[in-house]
């Protein structure tokens, strides 16, 4: 019966044995099956067994919390956000934690960012508007409300964001769990998810890497960024580390360089915000190369050091960075000998590998998918993706692929994110000469 | 030539013209004004040592109630100390340069009063004020300009109304002359805007950059620096290390503006809560009566140039309610004296009275109306026989002998609403009057009787 229905590519594989199968998709068994599902999978599995002391030692922190209600300082650096402002602090007004001031610097901005955001603080919708005439780049506006900030934490958003209502508690109740804990990254969703094909498949896209993946990588001690969108910091870590450093890709950068002070970051899936992604292809490729070249820029040089034995060598600090750039960068490169080894081996069966491949990967985007349903607090919405999941092989597995080789061979070879213009060009060139 | 002629009632001099018998009283100090004296004056100089005293006089004269005393050119002598500051409430400066000058002003406002039936006494203190004032424009060929003027609440001040209304009452002389200009007695031209308090209008206000959260003005300003190697950014103070500047986070040195960092903006912190902030909150003190204004709070006020228009000079001529006059004259039934006589005497002859008649008069005291000018008083008659006649009936008669003398009949009316309808006219003239000339004690009398055969009570 079953050989009637199976398509005979797959039938192929049953023929030839799972020796050859394994010979075959190597690239895949080893690394995405591996990592991706077995790994999900038994985390989930640990996560369900402690699920109970979870939830107790978070109503234990979350009850020092509001006995403490400490200041919390949101601060939000951008440039031409001001069309944003309003609703966000409409969203904010919505926040079951209230003792919060609000810190909005405008980078620059040249649209009436600067009239709206005055206005704002007039009318105390705004704690402070900080306007800085001449544009200094993202990690300089995060500084200046830095600077000024006067809370026991900082929670650092994106003007376009918004949040569940109980999120400002969520993502600053995990530094009562462990004074070690030094950042705290929010989980970030796709609130356009149904614009356009391209925020489908971006919406999958950061349910996998964020809301699962990132829960993974916390879980192992190894997560490693805390997205700008949406984080919390304790300030005075911050000052220890001089805050920001030039991005693009400082979210990033400045974990790592928590982590290299000795903290802990711990990611919180249930402290939800919204962000637009981009609806066009276009827009996207654009974001994805200045992310990608950030790996190189920062993860294999800025901060190569963790690679290597030295005083303050930490072995999660290595894995985080390993896993990750191992991930991106050594899997892209092993993409390419795998594609070789393929080609020049197996001339004769692709017929069966490419349909196999494709149907592989399909299937663990299901099992997958299947994971971030048992986490998600949106499952009803969530449902609605599952239709886009056959095209996710050709995003992730094509599409992404060739945006990331292309940025890091620009960034390997050339450098070229200091050419970047969302840094103004003065920061460039500072950075640049310095090796930052 | 002016030549001084010692004054013969007093220690002031006066001066005189020598082919015309022009009569300028000085005066040397503010105790020597003898305002009944100035019956036969043409003119007054001022000579006092201070603008001071000059200023006391000046109002003092142009607040007299007798217009013609009011209005009298003023000159003020050029040793008078300061009086830079009070010469425009003065037809002109006195010195020997300026003699011809003055005496051709002398005469030119002298002829144009004379035209004027300045004896009109009006019905209440502002609209007296604005007839004066008018006067004053339209003798002296002058529009109201206003003047810089520090004393001022208003921070201006105006010629002849200044010099009469005092300084913390500025507001008045606007209030007054916007009058004229919406009642067409004069156009304005708008001069200056000044903001003023909200509590007391005052225009004196020192506008200094605030804390927005606190009010406090103690503020340091310090510029930020941002460097872009690191992309540190902080005020100045953070950077400031002796001579140098170097970056807090990175240990470098700073050296060059536009290369190592630059100044993106600047930041206000507030020395009494600390708070941080950009926009300052711009506040004005008011130095009057100390109130802590927002911007968004202060009153605006117009400060203008006023020209007579054609009707302002009517009006400046022949009085304020001279279009009153025709148009309150409609419409009023009075009979002559003997009319009203003969309905009375029918109404005697009747052997038998079925009807209630009653016989009223009303009597104007004889020395209110000598306050007004024949044309006012004819004005009053007809308003007082307005009142009167509201509360008469279609076959009453009504009559005026003359301007204090009212007689009416009123027939079918009980004792009470008869005596009810006699004071309630009593009380509306008496409010007429005392509401154009101020408190009076018996204004009107009013008697009314039954009219019975035999008995005259009139
Ligand atoms: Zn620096
Ligand atoms: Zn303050
Ligand atoms: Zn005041």
Redesign the interface.
């Known amino acids: 019966m079953f050989e009637q229905l199976a398509p005979e590519y797959v039938e192929y594989w049953f023929v030839v044995g799972f020796n050859k199968f394994l010979r075959v998709f190597w690239y895949f068994c080893l690394f995405e099956f591996t990592r991706y599902i077995i790994i999900d999978y038994i985390i989930v599995f640990f996560k369900w067994l402690t699920r109970k002391s979870d939830d107790e030692q978070f109503e234990q922190a979350r009850r020092a919390f509001f006995l403490e209600n400490p200041l919390v300082s949101i601060i939000i650096p951008g440039k031409n956000e001001g069309a944003h402002l309003f609703k966000l602090t409409k969203s904010l007004a919505e926040q079951t934690y209230q003792n919060f001031e609000l810190i909005i610097v405008d980078d620059?901005s040249d649209d009436e960012t600067p009239i709206i955001g005055?206005n704002l603080?007039?009318l105390g919708l705004i704690d402070?508007?900080?306007?800085?005439?001449?544009?200094?780049?993202k990690?300089?506006?995060a500084?200046?409300a830095l600077?000024?900030a006067k809370g026991k934490y900082i929670v650092h958003l994106d003007a376009d964001c918004s949040f569940d209502r109980d999120a400002i508690e969520r993502v600053v109740i995990p530094f009562y769990y462990d004074e070690k804990i030094g950042a705290v990254g929010g989980n970030v969703k796709v609130r356009n998810y149904n614009d356009s094909l391209c925020t489908s498949l971006q919406a999958i896209e950061y349910l996998k890497t964020v809301s699962v993946g990132r829960i993974i990588t916390s879980y192992l001690g190894i997560y490693k960024i805390v997205s700008g969108a949406f984080g919390a910091f304790k300030p005075e870590i911050l000052d220890r580390i001089?805050?920001?450093?030039?991005g693009p890709g400082l979210d990033g950068d400045i974990t790592v360089k928590i982590r290299k002070c000795g903290y802990k970051i711990h990611f919180e899936p249930k402290a939800i915000c919204l962000t637009n992604a981009p609806s066009k292809f276009k827009v996207l490729t654009k974001q994805r190369l200045r992310w990608d070249k950030s790996i190189i820029r920062f993860r294999v040089r800025k901060h190569r050091d963790v690679y290597f034995p030295h005083a303050n060598f930490n072995w999660s600090n290595f894995f985080a960075l390993f896993e990750n750039v191992f991930y991106n960068v050594i899997l892209d490169l092993m993409w390419i000998l795998y594609m070789i080894d393929i080609l020049f081996n197996y001339t004769s069966s692709l017929q069966y590998i490419i349909p196999m491949n494709f149907t592989l990967y399909v299937v663990m985007s299901y099992v997958q998918m299947g994971s971030i349903l048992l986490f998600t607090e949106r499952r009803k919405e969530e449902m609605k993706l599952i239709k886009f999941i056959p095209l996710m092989t050709i995003y992730t597995g094509i599409y992404l692929r060739l945006v990331r080789t292309t940025a890091y061979y620009k960034e390997f070879f050339f450098k070229h994110s200091y050419e970047d213009v969302w840094n103004p060009s003065?920061?460039s060139?500072?950075?640049k000469r310095?090796g930052? | 030539m002016f030549e001084l002629i010692q004054h013969p009632n007093s220690s002031s001099k006066t001066l005189s013209f020598d082919n015309e018998s022009l009569n300028v009283v000085v005066i040397n100090r503010v105790g020597e004004l003898d305002v009944d004296s100035l019956q036969n004056a043409d003119a007054l100089l001022i000579q006092t040592t201070t603008s001071h005293d000059a200023n006391e006089l000046i109002r003092s004269i142009r607040s007299n109630r007798n217009r013609l005393k009011a209005l009298i050119p003023v000159f003020i002598s050029s040793t008078v100390s300061n009086l830079q500051s009070i010469r425009y409430q003065f037809d002109g400066v006195f010195s020997d340069d300026t003699k011809e000058i003055l005496l051709q002003r002398l005469k030119a406002i002298k002829s144009r009063l004379a035209e004027m039936n300045y004896e009109i006494h009006q019905l209440d203190y502002h609209q007296s004020l604005l007839q004066s004032a008018l006067q004053f424009a339209y003798s002296r060929e002058q529009v109201f300009e206003p003047v810089r003027n520090r004393f001022s609440k208003i921070g201006f001040s105006y010629p002849f109304l200044g010099a009469i209304l005092k300084e913390e009452e500025a507001n008045r002389v606007l209030e007054i002359l916007n009058i004229s200009c919406t009642e067409g007695y004069t156009t304005k031209k708008a001069i200056e805007k000044t903001h003023t308090c909200k509590k007391c209008s005052g225009g004196y206000l020192n506008y200094r950059e605030c804390c927005p959260k606190c009010g406090s003005s103690d503020l340091k300003t310090e510029d930020l620096i941002h460097h872009f190697l690191c992309a540190h950014i902080a005020p100045e103070q953070d950077y400031k290390k002796e001579d140098t500047l170097e970056c807090p986070k990175c240990d470098k040195e700073l050296r060059h503006i536009g290369i190592d960092y630059d100044k993106p903006s600047s930041m206000h912190t507030c020395n009494d809560c600390s708070h941080s902030f950009q926009q300052a909150e711009v506040k004005a003190l008011c130095i009057d009566c100390g109130h802590d204004n927002e911007l968004s709070q202060l009153g605006s006020l117009e400060i203008g140039a006023y020209e007579l228009t054609p009707h302002g000079e009517q009006i400046a001529k022949f009085g304020l309610h001279i279009q009153k006059t025709e148009t309150t004259s409609k419409e009023i039934h009075t009979v002559s004296v003997q009319i009203l006589e003969l309905f009375k005497k029918q109404e005697l002859s009747r052997e038998q009275l079925e009807k209630q008649c009653w016989e009223g008069s009303v009597r104007i005291h004889p020395e209110i109306m000598s306050h007004f000018h024949i044309e006012q008083q004819e004005i009053i008659q007809k308003e007082i026989c307005t009142i009167i006649s509201k509360y008469l009936g279609k076959a009453d008669v009504l009559s005026s002998p003359n301007t204090t003398w009212y007689r009416f009949l009123v027939y079918d009316k009980s004792p009470e609403n008869i005596e009810k309808t006699g004071s309630i006219i009593q009380n509306n003239i008496s409010k007429l009057i005392t509401d154009g000339i101020g408190e009076y004690e018996h204004p009107a009398e009013v008697l009314i009787t039954k009219l019975d055969n035999g008995v005259d009570h009139v």
Not at chain 1, 242 to 246: N, V
């Open positions: 620059g005055k603080e007039r402070m508007f900080i306007r800085n005439e001449i544009r200094g780049g990690a300089s506006a500084n200046l600077r000024y001089g805050g920001w450093d030039i003065k920061s060139t500072m950075a310095y930052l």
